[in-house]
């Protein structure tokens, strides 16, 4: 999942709207919800 506009941050979907990424360089990676932050957009790797 992509944040933002101009895309300046990544999260991995893992489903029941969570996502899993680090809010900052600093931090450790955590559960959170996907509203959260601006959505951009989204992809699946297949």
């Known amino acids: 999942m992509f ?3 101009g895309i300046s941050h990544v999260g991995i ?3 029941d709207g969570r ?3 680090a809010p900052n ?3 450790p ?3 959170a919800p996907v509203d959260e932050m601006p ?3 989204a992809t699946r790797v297949t």
Do not use: D, K
């Open 3 to 5: 944040f933002y506009s």
């Open 13 to 15: 979907y893992v489903g």
């Open 19 to 21: 996502m899993i990424h």
């Open 25 to 27: 360089p600093s931090a």
């Open 29 to 31: 990676v955590r559960l």
């Open 39 to 41: 959505f951009a957009g």
